[in-house]
């Protein structure tokens, strides 16, 4: 199954998009859990709720006009980006909660795999279902 230039450039300026999109989003989650975590002292997991679903709304409304430019039918993109972002908010608390309470590591390294896994896992299901 060959994609012709034209599909391949377009997923790749998609991606980049999302790709700064995501920064944006990264940025405002960690931000977050440091400041809850640092100040007053919030759980590391306990403080990823919040600044998850602060970095989803953003997410979500540059997602939908910027990166996929998508065209209204908000109620259907929605709903989709919200059951990716679930999920991903999922496997991040389970991140999360494995690395720094079971194994005793460091949060801020928690935050740097989910930072390098979860992005990549939640383009591929934007791109191919949510804003489809």
Known sequence: MEMDRGKVRALVARAVKFGVVGVGATVIHCAMVILLVQGPAWDPVAATVPAFLL?????YRLNHGWTFQAIGRHRRYFIRFAAVTLGV???????MHIL??????????ALGVVIIVMPLV??????QWAFR
């Open 100 to 109: 720094v309470e079971r194994l005793g590591y460091s949060y801020l390294v």
């Open 122 to 127: 939640s383009f591929v299901l934007n791109a």
């Open 89 to 95: 908010l999922a496997c991040n608390l389970a991140i």
């Open 55 to 59: 970095a989803f709304l953003f997410s």
